[in-house]
Structure formats: structure tokens, C-alpha cells
């Protein structure tokens, strides 16, 4: 089972293997090609480095076309009141007396870095379809457990502006 996606996710990438097919593809090849040209591919530098270049965005291609062949497609079903996808949530920490504000996406955009949080991840599945002021009973893989209080949710939609996981 593949990676949950939204139709913005598909989209994107869809867009970026238009982009390496079409775009950068012709410009690796000709760099292979140049390369080649310069003599003894024994000892030219050049000629390894543009079929590396070119066979990671071959790879990469493919890893997008696989992605998506294997995408369970998802839509956000939440009310208006709940946290869905793409939200912007703000929850305490009562444990810690902290408050965390979360931008809750599809796996494929995580990023803790960024503060966005799948919608598959403990904490992510436990605010899904929640109202502020509900308290979430967050469990982790390893058995763990914590609560958090929805403080505030932002409905946002499903921009674009996100980045996908590069792998």
C-alpha cells in the first residue's frame, strides 16, 4: 500500500516528472553526450558524472511514476468546526505547559522541521476531525501516551505551496 495522497499531491507530482522528462532529461542526455565526445572514457570525469546525474533523475522518475501508481487516493472530509488536512492547529501541552502550532498533511509533505504533521502519525490521526477544546488522547508505536487540548484550528486549503518529501 502506497503513500495517502490528495489530488494537490498527485498534481505536484505529476508536475515534476513533466519537469524532469521534458525539461531536464534533453540537457543530462546532452551532457552524456558532450562528455563522451571529449575521448577515453576510462579517465573522463565528465562522462561519470553526467550518467550519474542522469540515471538519479531517471531513478527519481521512476520513484514519482511508482508513487503514484501505488497512491491511495484521500479527500478531506472534515467539518467545518474540525481539524482536517492541510489545517493549521494549535494544541497544548498540558504535561508541559507548552503550546505547539501544527500544519497537519499527507505523509508525503511532512516535515517536523516545519512543523507539518501526517495525518498518519499518532499525533496527526488523534487531531483528525476533532473541535477546539477537545483534548486528544495521543498513543505512540511504542505504547506511549500523552494528551493535548485544541487551542485553535485555522481552515486552510490544499495550496500547493507545500513541498513533497524528496527522497
Aim: proline share 2%; hydrophobic share 30%.
Amino acid at each position: 500500500m502506497g503513500h495517502q495522497m490528495t489530488k494537490g499531491d498527485i498534481e505536484k507530482i505529476e508536475e515534476e516528472i513533466r519537469y524532469r522528462t521534458l525539461e531536464l532529461r534533453p540537457k543530462l542526455l546532452e551532457a552524456v553526450k558532450t562528455a563522451r565526445a571529449q575521448g577515453d572514457l576510462s579517465e573522463n570525469f565528465e562522462y561519470y558524472a553526467a550518467k550519474r546525474e542522469n540515471n538519479r533523475n531517471n531513478s527519481r522518475i521512476r520513484y514519482l511514476e511508482k508513487e503514484i501508481r501505488n497512491a491511495v487516493m484521500i479527500e478531506d472530509n472534515s467539518g467545518e468546526d474540525e481539524v482536517g488536512l492541510y489545517n493549521t492547529v494549535t494544541v497544548y501541552f498540558p504535561e508541559d505547559d507548552e503550546e505547539e502550532t501544527y500544519k497537519v498533511v499527507t505523509s508525503m509533505r511532512q516535515d517536523l522541521l516545519k512543523k507539518r504533521i501526517s495525518n498518519v502519525s499518532p499525533i496527526g490521526k488523534a487531531l483528525i476531525g476533532k473541535k477546539v477544546g477537545d483534548t486528544c488522547h495521543v498513543v505512540m508505536e511504542n505504547g506511549a501516551s500523552y494528551d493535548v487540548i485544541i487551542r485553535k484550528i485555522e481552515k486552510t486549503t490544499d495550496d500547493g505551496s507545500d513541498e513533497l518529501k524528496k527522497y
